[in-house]
């Protein structure tokens, strides 16, 4: 069948390198893509949001499935589009409704759909700029750090984490009465800081079923030691060795099977990814946050290491058949690398010639920020490649892909060199 793949990064990249080893996959497009996915599929230079051009395309090319790479379209409504259109309502949109995509659209509405399903997370409450001076009482009943959320979409750049009182009512402030992030700090939720080591959980579900996919953990600052500013991800490693079997059965009992009963409750319909952000506090998961799509650079350590057809189970999701498909993991370690633009995640330059790809051994090198200009890759974003290995152990593979890293070169490039140090 012909499908079409939303997105542009190296999680598309990496969604993309699955589903062409599926045969029921005879031609894949993807809009807008990058410079990987171009080597491998059909690339459509259309903005995501705009639903009447998807919908455009769609028809002109025959498409049969949409897989949606990011959280913009789902929390535009792209599903509920599909679904009320004469036209595209017989096609399957992998990605959850408007409405469940507000798991990840409103930091608020996750809280109430934890709290009310009794998943554990942490104590919170949510602000506005006409409750200003409440939130300042309740970060004193705090104790330090604090954490701040802006409710809305802010490029994964909308949390804050101060350990100090005064500094943390002044950016409540800046969030809500100056607008820091724009309309996404309309609302801000503040939670208790929970101390512990973080990981990734990944649920595929067809709203009815589910299944756990491989555990990740990503590393999140640019600078080493896990230090410096938040960017988008700077590397992640799975399985992440500290989740042992008796941990990842809590982890299903008290929080994934719990969310999936939620959506049933809650009459969501939810036919794709479930990104379940946790914190092990003790030898107990707590839920940081949802997301309503497969994480980036995650998806380039999970989906190497799923060894059954994806197109096969998103064709059993949007039938509603999940629990009759198969399902291996392969049993080896998989990390990766993401190589960035000097300056990054702060102003950086684009156009760089990106040079020694051809050289790479024994490693998959994912695009995130790349494009092509007369034949040649350049950066066109602030993280431009992950280059993602195998191992018999996490170590064995970040070494690979750190050996691979030194044959690929671009002006002012720049990657974490201790991915995995903590563990």
């Known amino acids: 069948m012909n499908i079409l793949l939303l997105g542009s990064g190296g999680r598309e990249h990496a969604l993309a390198w699955k589903m062409l080893q599926s045969p029921l996959c005879s031609k894949l497009f993807v809009a807008p893509g990058n410079a990987g996915t171009a080597a491998i599929a059909q690339n459509v230079n259309l903005n995501p949001n705009d639903f009447q051009a998807v919908k455009a395309l769609v028809l002109s090319e025959n498409i049969e499935m949409v897989v949606v790479g990011p959280e913009d379209p789902l929390v535009n409504g792209v599903y509920d589009f599909f ?16 409405y469940g995509a507000q798991l990840e659209g409103s930091k608020e509405f996750a809280k109430e759909f934890l709290v009310k399903h009794n998943i554990p997370t942490a104590r919170y409450e949510s602000f506005t700029a006409e409750t200003v001076e409440r939130g300042y009482a309740f970060l004193e009943t705090l104790q330090a750090p604090y954490v701040l959320k802006a409710d809305g979409l802010a490029a994964g750049k909308g949390v804050l984490i101060l350990s100090d009182l005064e500094e943390a009512k ?7 009465v100056d607008a820091k992030f724009g309309s996404a700090s309309a609302k801000v939720v503040i939670e208790e800081f929970l101390d512990g080591i973080e990981l990734s959980c990944f649920v595929l579900t067809d709203g009815k079923n589910y299944k756990i996919l491989p555990t990740a953990k990503d590393y999140k600052r640019i600078g080493e030691g896990d230090t410096g500013l938040n960017t988008g991800g700077m590397g992640a490693v799975s399985p992440v060795p500290f989740a042992d079997a008796d941990f990842l059965k809590k982890i299903e009992d008290r929080i994934v099977i719990p969310t999936i009963e939620g959506f049933k409750k809650d009459e969501i319909e939810y036919k794709g990814f479930v990104f379940i952000g946790l914190i092990k506090v003790g030898n107990d998961p707590f839920v940081i946050e949802y997301n309503v799509r497969m994480g980036d650079p995650e998806t380039e350590v999970v989906m190497p290491r799923l060894k059954s057809d994806l197109v096969a189970i998103f064709q059993a999701m949007a039938n509603e058949e999940l629990d009759k498909v198969a399902f291996e ?24 010639v990106i040079s020694g790809l051809e050289n790479v051994e024994g490693s998959i090198v994912f695009h995130a920020g790349t494009k092509l200009e007369k034949d040649t890759v350049v950066t066109s974003g602030g993280r431009v490649l992950a280059v993602t290995s195998y191992g018999n152990d996490f170590k064995e593979a970040i070494k690979k892909s750190y050996e691979n890293i030194d044959k690929i070169s671009f002006e002012k490039m720049n990657f974490r060199k201790d991915i995995g140090f903590d563990l």
Do not use: F, H, W
């Not at 679904?83 to 992998?94: F, G, H, N, R």
């Not at 002044?170 to 809500?176: A, D, G, P, R, S």
């Not at 000097?342 to 156009?351: I, T």
């Open 83 to 98: 679904k009320q259109d004469a036209e595209l309502k017989a096609i399957p949109v992998i990605g959850p409704s408007k």
């Open 170 to 176: 002044t950016e409540l402030k800046n969030m809500l």
């Open 329 to 352: 993991i392969d049993e080896r370690s998989a990390t990766t690398i993401m190589i960035v633009s000097g300056g990054y995640p702060e102003d950086y330059e684009k156009g760089k």
